[in-house]
Nanobody, 119 residues
Framework: QLQFVESGGGLVQPGGSLRLSCTAS?????????VGWFRQAPGKEHEGVSC????????WYKDSVKGRFTISRDSAKNTVYLQMNSLLPEDTAVYYC???????????WGQGTQVTVSS
């Protein structure tokens, strides 16, 4: 069964950092051309945050996270990471990873990992 497992969330003060991890249960992430990170803030819809291509490592970032977040992948560990620096309260959300860069293509969300930025 295709399943992504997100981890690494937590409570951090504004300006702090977290590194999220996305691993695959039962399949190889590199099989999929794209892996994306998404988030859902309280009372809001899901939105795309960042994506990475397994074929050429090209990346995409939501404008509000450019320069603060970095997506990367480690094929040997079957893991995609999201390094988040200079975190802001508006980054507070549940973060998810999926095998797409388009939020409209996701029909069922996993458990996600909670990120809370607060002093």
């Amino acid at each position: 069964q295709l399943q992504f497992v997100e981890s690494g969330g937590g409570l951090v003060q504004p300006g702090g950092s977290l590194r999220l991890s996305c691993t695959a249960s039962g399949f190889t992430l590199d099989y999929y051309n794209i892996v994306g990170w998404f988030r859902q803030a309280p009372g809001k819809e899901h939105e795309g945050v960042s994506c990475i291509s397994s074929s050429d490592d090209s990346t995409w970032y939501k404008d509000s996270v450019k320069g603060r977040f970095t997506i990367s992948r480690d094929s040997a560990k079957n893991t995609v990471y999201l390094q988040m620096n200079s975190l802001l309260p508006e980054d507070t959300a549940v973060y998810y990873c999926e095998a797409t860069c388009n939020v409209d293509y996701v029909h069922s969300w996993g458990q996600g990992t909670q990120v809370t930025v607060s002093s």
